[in-house]
């Protein structure tokens, strides 16, 4: 669906200030029956709390919020970790409906025209994962068949098809849709967690295309105004006038990195040589970053008595945003930041250009692996560190009060 620069604001106002309109929600969710809905909007400074409502047995919730310009907002319910963006407008009415369990692959919406476009972008990127992750399990199940070569050249082509035609429909996206908040979404979108649909290194003129629009549409707009200085960054490092892009290989010796804890504690990373290290670049807003930090978590708890260490650089802006992110995953490693974004000196030392970025590093203080997938990082590691030791607490003195 094109996006029509007029449509977000072509309604009349409804009520008597004119620059503090409301929109609504009302959904239909059946899976999610006696849970309840939250809506929040996305700020500089993390989810801020809108609205919720209890979901009715049928699965029928009605939200609300007083709103002036359009923006991100979330719908989320609290016994699930999938949510849905929304970009609402004055004196929208957003119908939701979903059936099925998993909602954040399968809603439908109407009513809103942005929201709408991020319901395409979110269900064409569901079907290509989907025939990904079937590719993957058809080799894994033939990992060992005699004629595996033959196979695995026939799932690349299958997968080379996918995605072109992922790539050409987000191109369209972009095309059609000209200073449209969704393309955000868009530019964003991950077809695994290592493979983004758009590289800004080699789409830079995409990204820097969608940044002028956006400039021009929403000026103001805090997410805008953060894809605007990502792509100024972007285009310093390509005229050479900063090292964005460090040539950081596998054997070089670790940049060491010293900045503050969320107590304000300055933590050099160099203090845990000695141990294998996780080096993680990470933020609270990117849903990319925030999943590869679940994956991460897992083996840093599996080996966890194995001298492993994870220190994780934010690249958020806001503190409130970092902390609060932080606490949100429950993660319990060293977490610092200098809170300059993209601006960060560790960005820069390690050459970062999006995330998750993920570096292993030796205890002679050498990075080696480099953005390994999180099952190759596991095998990495059991090779690295061996069997995950397991300390079994001594139950002994309780069984016998």
């Known amino acids: 669906m094109a996006f029509a620069a007029g449509a977000l604001w072509s309604c009349s106002p409804k009520v008597e200030e004119p620059n503090r309109l409301n929109f609504s929600v009302d959904g239909n969710f059946a899976s999610m029956a006696g849970d309840t809905a939250y809506l929040k909007l996305i700020t500089e400074n993390g989810n801020e709390f809108v609205d919720s409502a209890r979901v009715g047995a049928d699965g029928v919730f009605h939200l609300e919020s007083p709103i002036s310009k359009p923006d991100f907002y979330i719908l989320h319910f609290s016994n699930s970790e999938r949510q849905i963006t929304l970009i609402p407008d004055t004196c929208q009415h957003i119908t939701m409906a ?33 025939i990904c992750d079937s ?22 082509s299958v997968y080379s098809a996918t995605y072109k035609a992922q790539r050409q429909f987000s191109e369209k996206f972009i095309k ?23 590289d800004p290194e080699k789409d830079f003129s995409i990204y ?44 070089d010796k670790a940049p060491d990195i010293a900045l503050p804890n969320q107590r304000g504690d300055t933590v050099r990373l160099s203090s845990l040589k000695g141990r294998y290290i996780l ?76 995330l998750p970025a993920t570096y292993l590093i030796y205890p002679d203080f050498t990075v080696h692996e480099i953005n390994l997938q999180a099952d190759k990082l596991d095998a990495r590691l059991l090779e690295l560190l061996g069997k995950p030791i397991v300390i079994k607490q001594d139950t002994s003195a309780s069984k016998n009060n």
């Open 279 to 354: 080096l993680d670049f990470w933020s609270s807003w990117s849903d990319v970053a925030r999943k590869n930090s679940e994956n991460l978590n897992k083996l840093y708890w599996k080996f966890y008595h194995n001298k492993l260490s994870v220190y994780q650089v934010s690249i958020d802006d806001s503190y409130d945003s970092w902390v609060k992110g932080f606490k949100e995953q429950r993660l319990s490693w060293i977490s610092v930041s200098d809170l300059k974004g993209w601006n960060s000196k560790a960005v820069e030392a390690y050459g970062v250009r999006q």
């Open 98 to 130: 979903c059936a099925d369990s998993d909602f954040e692959n399968s809603y439908s919406v109407s009513g809103s025209p942005e929201s709408e476009l991020i319901c395409s972008l979110m269900h064409q990127i569901a079907d290509t994962r989907a």
């Open 208 to 251: 820097k295309g969608v940044a002028d629009a956006l400039s021009q549409s929403y000026p103001e707009n805090y997410h805008a105004r953060k894809l605007m200085a990502y792509v100024d960054k972007l285009r310093l490092a390509q005229a050479g006038e900063t090292q964005l892009w460090a040539s950081i290989k596998s054997g």
């Open 135 to 156: 590719l993957g399990k058809i080799f894994r199940a033939n990992v060992n068949a005699p004629n595996l070569a033959g196979i695995k050249l026939r799932l690349d």
């Open 176 to 198: 059609d849709n000209p200073g449209a908040l969704s393309q955000i979404v868009c530019l964003s979108q991950y077809i695994a967690p290592r493979n983004p649909v758009f």
